[in-house]
């Protein structure tokens, strides 16, 4: 009667060959299809296709004359996180500016301009918020082509 240790060592190397015939076949099949001259052209088509497919979706979406919108929204998160800033409350104020941040067309720009305007407390805090406004972002994106 085999002992379990010979038998666990046996499912291991079992297990083990498996394993390796699997990974084998897989890069068989990868390099049986990246010689295939078809999909070399599908891939360079696809590759061709995509900057262009990314400018019409960046000029559609954060164009400000087509989208007021969006204009509008920025705005009014500016104002509302000047008012709570002014009311003394920084995490609500840090709030609406991330808010005007992710729909600012051009963000690196709107930061320099909160780099002078507010407190060098308040605009840490902006900074350390930046993070998580990257996050949501998507979210928003999502949103805003929903509701055009």
């Given amino acids: 009667m085999p002992s379990v240790r010979s038998l666990l060592g046996l499912l291991a190397a079992a297990a083990a060959c498996g394993g390796f015939a699997f990974l084998g076949y897989c890069i068989y099949l990868d390099r ?5 001259p ?3 052209r599908r891939l360079r088509d696809k590759r061709r296709a995509e900057p262009q497919k990314a400018e019409e979706r960046g000029t559609q979406l954060w164009d400000p004359t087509k989208n007021k919108k969006l204009q509008e929204l920025f705005l009014q998160e500016v104002r ?5 800033l002014s009311r003394g409350e920084h995490r609500m104020g840090i709030q609406y500016l991330g808010n005007a941040l992710l729909v600012c067309e051009q963000p690196r720009e709107l930061l320099k301009v909160f780099k002078h305007t507010l407190p060098p407390k308040v605009f840490e805090m902006l900074l350390h918020k930046i993070p998580l406004i990257c996050q949501v972002s998507t979210y928003l994106i999502i949103f805003v082509k929903c509701t055009q």
């Fill in 80 to 84: 509302m996180g000047e008012l709570w």
């Fill in 32 to 36: 049986k299809r990246r010689g295939d």
């Fill in 38 to 40: 078809a999909f070399k």
